[in-house]
């Protein structure tokens, strides 16, 4: 529920406009979480441009990322064409000593692999110098080439650290 109401709330919303002045009266006080929530509505919606404008707020409110905001930047930008700043929000995680979920590590390699990006190949390493196992179903879709797209939900941690589980594939 509280994600269908962030959705509603961010197709509504126009990105010049800071989110937060629009409900001053009610003096809202937005923290990481609220970041967080925005971050995954707009990875629901595949609105990247939004996602930017959010971390652009969150960091002139001098709000700090952590470890799930950097997971929904790099599925956000997993979910574009061009997804070349995953790779810097992944490198930007470990600079602030965040370790990567095996899930974000599957969905960077999945994305790699279907479109052809051999990059998939030093995700892979690191997965595994990580200690994470290759799953027999990513084995698969890297031997296959790639044969579906990764659910866009999958490894992504709660603000409980616990990680997300969301099968349901992406919208066509």
């Known amino acids: 529920m509280v994600r269908a109401v962030s959705k509603y709330c961010l197709l509504s919303i126009s990105p ?79 600079g602030h000593k965040f370790l990567p979920t095996v899930g974000i590590y599957d969905a960077i390699i999945r994305k790699c692999v279907s479109v052809g990006d051999s990059r998939y190949n030093l995700a892979l390493e690191e997965m595994e110098q990580c200690g994470y196992p290759v799953s027999r179903d990513l084995a698969d879709f890297i031997k296959h080439g790639g044969a579906y797209e990764a659910p866009r939900n999958v490894g992504m941690s709660n603000s409980n650290g616990e990680e997300v589980v969301d099968l349901e594939p992406p919208p066509s």
């Open 16 to 94: 010049p406009q800071s989110q937060f002045e629009r409900h001053s009266a009610v003096e809202l006080q937005p923290n990481t979480d609220t970041f967080n929530l925005l971050l995954s509505a707009c990875i629901d919606v595949g609105h990247r441009d939004l996602g930017d404008h959010l971390l652009g707020e969150m960091k002139a409110a001098a709000i700090k990322p952590d470890v799930q905001t950097y997971e929904r930047l790099i599925i956000l930008c997993l979910t574009q064409a061009t997804y070349e700043d995953a790779f810097f929000y992944l490198e930007e995680m470990k």
